[in-house]
């Protein structure tokens, strides 16, 4: 089968490190995917217009699709339910409707949020218990993969960071903006999170797609990947101000549950699955994030 990859949101944070994880081995033929970002390389494409859905695929004719496109900001899914069902409901059906048709294999990239965070470590199989309409779509996008097809995949992560392009992309490094000012930043100290570097599960995804090729019927069905390291927005405030040497007098912690869309409290998710199949890696957050972070620090 010829090794041509789609990926959806090639632009945004996770996609970039995707899409730049499968040019970096010269055996896969890599399409990029975006809209409001495209540029370079990237093919401008609405993937919630149907008809553009089944003219890209049909003719690029994908042995894997990457499905990364997503509304993933809690809060702005709450206040546009129907931009968010288009996005990450009906242009994932779209997908794996056109993927079905030509014998594609999806890997749709979930959440941890779409688990209560009452009972970690959460296994492949854990019982879904979304908090949020965010998880609740996420977990509808989980549905609409695996039954368009019972050969698709979906691979849950938690909160990212990576290769920026603005300071405020990632939920992560947006906490730097007030550490490196001085100013005051009040982070939450409460919800416990397991930041994961993109880079890191665009490597483990190429692998696994790699085995899909080669061995089909080991590489189906539900995936986590994620850093085992658990800190709170806290926690990771104070990692970001240390590997620069920044004070960390302006960090104040706020140990009540965050603001806004319901947050599950701890989402630690099981990886035995992946390991099984792959070869992992995880960077430790402290040397991740200064790298990720240096170009923003002028001092």
Not at 24 to 31: F, V
Not at 178 to 188: P, Q, T
Not at 288 to 293: D, E, S
Request: aromatic share 10%; proline share 5%.
């Amino acid at each position: 089968m010829a090794k041509r990859v789609l990926v959806t949101g090639a632009s945004g944070l996770f996609g970039r490190a995707i899409y730049k994880e499968f040019l970096s081995d010269n055996s896969w033929e890599t399409l990029g995917l975006a809209f409001s970002r495209a540029k370079e390389s990237l093919k401008k494409l609405d993937i919630t217009d149907e008809n553009q859905v089944k003219e890209v695929i049909n003719t690029f004719r994908p042995s894997v699709i990457i499905h990364s496109a997503a509304e993933r900001k809690p809060d702005a899914v709450e206040n546009d339910p129907d931009g968010t069902k288009k996005l990450n409901l009906s242009a994932t059906d779209y997908i794996c409707q056109a993927a079905k048709s030509i014998g594609a294999w999806v890997l749709y990239i979930s959440t941890d949020y779409v688990f209560d965070g009452k009972s970690p470590p959460y296994d492949e199989d854990a019982k879904p218990n979304p908090l949020n309409k965010y998880g609740q779509s996420k977990l509808e996008g989980e549905k609409i993969t695996l039954e368009a097809s019972p050969e698709n995949s979906v691979l849950r992560v938690p909160i990212l960071y990576g290769d920026i392009e603005y300071i405020a992309e990632s939920a992560v490094t947006i906490l730097f903006e007030k550490i490196v000012k001085g100013s005051e930043l009040i982070a939450s100290d409460y919800e416990k999170r397991y930041p994961t570097h993109c880079d890191d599960i665009a490597y483990v995804i190429r692998q696994l797609a790699d085995r899909r090729l080669q061995d089909p019927e080991k590489v189906h069905g539900v995936f986590h990947w994620s850093s085992n390291e658990e800190m709170t927005k806290y926690d990771m405030s104070i990692a970001m101000a240390s590997a620069f040497s920044l004070s960390t007098e302006n960090i104040k912690a706020d140990r009540t549950p965050s603001k806004g869309a319901p947050r599950p409290y701890n989402t630690h998710l099981s990886c035995k699955k992946m390991e099984a199949l792959v070869s992992g890696r995880q960077t430790p957050f402290s040397e991740g994030i200064k790298t990720v972070l240096q170009p923003y620090f002028n001092k």
